[in-house]
């Protein structure tokens, strides 16, 4: 059995505790795996703002390092496509915002958000020459600042 075989596994016996109908597809994703769980009770394993999701994950990876010590395993996990989804939610966010910056030539603000979603942002701006980004704040207040390369 490989790790990715045995993370599944440990993955399975949570959502048999929690009671949940589901199907596992494993897919690859930025040099690790990600486990894609289908159920038709997604809102109990997602939760308001993905935070059940976040928490299931945040349980799943403890779990894995403590049984594979320091070898990091590279691996990530989404219900239903929910992930996916806000993955493309935010770059639209990111995108929309650096074609403000553009036009006004002026900083955006965008809102608050999870380190998660200042990341994808981040990555999303990285490549464009017009473009600057950085974070701002501290905790919950943290957020992304676009703004334009200097000339």
């Not at 159920?39 to 999701?53: A, K, S, W």
């Not at 966010?93 to 958000?113: C, L």
Request: hydrophobic content about 35%; overall charge negative; some cysteine.
């Amino acid at each position: 059995m490989d790790t990715y075989d045995e993370i599944q596994s440990i993955l399975e016996e949570l959502l048999r505790k929690i009671h949940v109908e589901y199907s596992i597809e494993r897919s690859h994703a930025l040099g690790g795996v990600c486990f894609e769980v289908h159920t038709p009770d997604g809102g109990v394993l997602i939760g308001e703002n993905g935070q059940n999701l976040f928490a299931l994950y945040y349980l799943l990876r403890r779990i894995t390092d403590k049984r594979f010590g320091d070898a990091t395993v590279q691996f990530s996990l989404d219900v239903n496509d929910y992930q996916k989804k806000k993955v493309e939610e935010v770059r639209e966010w990111a995108r929309m915002g650096a074609q403000r910056v553009r036009y006004f030539k002026k900083e955006v603000v965008m809102q608050p958000m999870s380190a998660f979603e200042r990341r994808i942002i981040h990555m999303t701006l990285a490549e464009d020459p017009d473009i600057v980004t950085e974070s701002r704040g501290e905790g919950e207040t943290r957020c992304v600042v676009i703004k334009p390369a200097q000339i």
